[in-house]
């Protein structure tokens, strides 16, 4: 038990401690917190009022308590493999003169902690409404417990299944085509869902919009993807103490099969473990070259050679854009009014170049500040930070780079929406300029403020790649900001007499605040950058 004690400490020390940066990581939450608090208030008041005025109160517990532990057992997918088997600390503590079952129960405490980070962040909201909806005392009191105890099966259901391939699939043993078949499997699963969901007609969702009301009772089966989820809403609901029990017998049985095969299986993977393999380097003739091409050729070879840069970061920032693209092209309703669609005149309700300008604008700049390409560009670099400190290119000149690469895939992403615009009305293609040129500038400016960001407060302390990138929150303070960015020009488009007037605002606005961001961004990043 010390031994666990003692390896729990320093692994959470490592990960969570705040060193000299408290300051800027306590603030960076803070904005985290801000942003999504929005959601965290509506969930508050959706439950309140299901709680007190509906019968579909457990109903709605259950599906809360599907939501959470979706989300957790997305991340479970990730952080099980990349702390088990592909951190770098692993060859280190496989040398300490303790069992590998204190390894792995202090590596799964670490994935407990980080799962109970988004339980506490979804339910507590959740329990506030319960509790003052006064639906049951007794239920009160286990929902403090389920909210730390609720979503323990899934980690166990993920770290045996991990365990089981990695030990009889050799092919996954390797990081990055584990790492890259992951992150493709995820994304493809995504798409899929979003493009299904939005792909039924009008007639169906009413049907199945009618099923759900006449019997609730599918609905509740359908969340029993989660076995556990009846008996922990059950001894919430209900107060039921025969429930609570059930849902811990359902978590001790997951665990006690968990470290049984994780003592029989994991040391002998974990030892023969590999990143990618150690190819044979051939000779190279060296070349002069210029140095920032070099630079910039480094930083687009860093994202698209990473299996866990390219499948989250690149592949990523494609999903959303694809996604709409394949919505618009199969769904039945869209194809039916079609003919309508093209033949309506848009250059009858505003100026074609003004309305184009501004939806590029609006691609852009959510396209933009999605993608977290600059908003891990410093944390990308991890212990090797201080390489960009001596490398003889000027700190303006590497943001420039670092600029481009975000660029570039910003664009890619707001130029397949044209795509959409093209399959659904008709209009000359040179009105494409306008947006591409209101993309280019949106997408400067989201991708000029993730830079910022990013270098005020880079993630450097991470084990894998997978740290620099899923568990950032730089992503988010960057959305933060963007929306309060957005706020300026929401307020613009309130007090303009046309929309014409608005556009050459935001035209004039959007220039100004480039300018300014890219005069001083540098100067910045650099001054945080040299007390990391």
Not at 494 to 510: C, E, K, R, Y
Request: charged share 10%; with cysteine; aromatic share 14%.
């Amino acid at each position: 038990m010390r031994d666990f004690y003692l390896l729990s400490r320093a692994l959470f020390k490592n990960t969570y401690s705040l060193k000299k940066n408290r300051g800027k990581t306590i603030a960076l939450a803070a904005l985290l917190f801000l942003s999504i608090s929005p959601i965290l208030v509506m969930a508050y008041f959706l439950c309140l009022d299901t709680f007190q005025n509906s019968n579909l109160g457990l109903l709605t517990l259950q599906a809360l308590l599907f939501l959470a532990n979706m989300i957790i057992f997305w991340t479970a997918l990730f952080v099980f493999p990349s702390s088990f088997y592909f951190s770098n600390d692993v060859p280190q503590l496989l040398t300490l003169p303790i069992p590998s079952r204190t390894i792995i129960l202090a590596k799964t405490f670490m994935a407990y902690v980080s799962s109970l980070l988004i339980s506490v962040l979804f339910l507590i909201p959740v329990w506030i409404a319960f509790v003052q909806a006064g639906v049951n005392g007794l239920g009160a009191v286990f929902f403090i417990f389920q909210i730390f105890l609720n979503f323990l099966p899934v980690l166990f259901v993920i770290g045996i299944l991990t365990i089981l391939v990695m030990r009889f699939i050799p092919f996954f043993k390797n990081k990055d085509r584990f790492m890259l078949v992951l992150g493709i499997l995820s994304i493809g699963l995504a798409v899929i869902v979003g493009v299904g969901s939005q792909s039924l007609s009008g007639d169906a969702m009413e049907i199945v919009q009618e099923m759900l009301s006449k019997n609730p009772q599918l609905f509740s089966n359908a969340l029993k993807i989660f076995f556990q989820i009846p008996s922990v809403s059950e001894s919430i609901y209900f107060g039921s103490w025969s429930a609570f029990l059930i849902s811990l017998l359902i978590s001790f049985a997951f665990g006690l099969v968990f470290v049984v095969l994780a003592e029989k299986m994991y040391l002998p993977v974990a030892l023969t473990i590999g990143s990618s393999g150690q190819k044979r380097v051939k000779e190279k003739k060296i070349k002069a070259s210029d140095p920032f091409m070099s630079y910039l050729g480094v930083q687009f070879k860093t994202l698209l050679r990473s299996p866990t840069y390219f499948s989250n970061l690149v592949l990523g920032s494609f999903v959303g854009p694809i996604m709409m693209v394949a919505i618009f092209l199969i769904n039945p309703e869209i194809r039916q009014s079609l003919p309508m669609l093209k033949s309506i005149d848009l250059s009858a309700f505003f100026n074609l170049w003004t309305g184009l300008f501004l939806a590029g604008g609006i691609s852009g700049f959510f396209l933009g500040s999605m993608n977290g390409i600059c908003a891990t560009t410093f944390s990308r670099e991890g212990r090797n930070i201080e390489f960009i400190k001596i490398i003889p290119l000027s700190m303006s000149k590497q943001i420039d780079a670092r600029l481009i690469v975000g660029l570039f895939f910003s664009m890619i992403s707001a130029l397949l929406m044209l795509i959409a615009f093209h399959y659904i009305f008709s209009y000359a293609w040179y009105y494409d300029l306008a947006y591409i040129g209101g993309a280019l500038l949106s997408s400067i400016l989201v991708n000029l403020i993730s830079i910022l960001i990013d270098g005020i407060h880079p993630k450097l302390d991470w084990e894998d790649e997978t740290g620099a990138v899923k568990q950032n929150f730089n992503v988010m303070g960057e959305l933060f900001v963007s929306w309060l960015i957005l706020g300026l020009f929401v307020l613009l488009y309130f007090v303009s007499p046309s929309l014409d007037i608005f556009a050459l605002l935001t035209l004039i606005v959007t220039i100004v605040l480039v300018g300014i961001f890219y005069k001083f961004v540098p100067k910045i990043v650099l001054k945080h950058l040299m007390n990391v």
